[in-house]
């Protein structure tokens, strides 16, 4: 009975390899709309130059589909497995943008902190970064991106970033014409914490249209400028 159990396991599992994938589920985890389509990580379904579907599966390399979609521009991870019924599943998650950089060369901040192209099926709503961007700065625009994101009130009326040649940052809000001075990112927990306080007193009081500037470099203190 043993060895019956043994070949019957056996007999059923190689018949069960050379069989090919009965289907392919293309999923994409978190939000929608799409920064690629299903049918563009199709395209990539391949293995020694054959579609995926027409691959046995004793020869299937789930790895290395992982790793070629992986490798897609838009895409952050993958995750390529075989399913009970004997079909493939394919979980992609996507990279996220966070900020948009508006230059000569205008490309995606994403929550990796990693530069992400744009996208031609669909322009995403994000915080938009304006100035010198480059290599050397990047790092310093995403801990204040981060700063915007983890913030409620932040994430909620911060529209622009401004970044000089000095990597001196400034910001604008939705509901305000002034500029925001917050320099070099030292203090920057505090700065918020100023910034926020002056705020909702100047909104209380109806002054927030009568400054131009509001600096907030100086220690303990903000100063607005009329």
Known sequence: MLLLVVFLFAFSSIRNNARTPASINIHFNGENPLFIAASNVDNMLTQNQEYIQCVTKDVLDLKALESTISSHEMIEKA???LTVDGGLKIDIEQRKPLARVVSD???YIDRQGKPMPLSDAYTARVL?????????????????IMAVENDPFLKLYTTDLMIDAQDQISMRTRDCTFEILIGDLDRLDQKITNFKAFYQKAKKDSLLKRYKRVNLKFNQQVVGIK
């Open 79 to 81: 995750e390529v497995f």
């Open 105 to 107: 060369l205008s490309f």
């Open 128 to 144: 938009l970064v304006h100035g010198k961007v480059t290599e050397s700065n990047l790092e310093i625009i995403y801990k204040m």
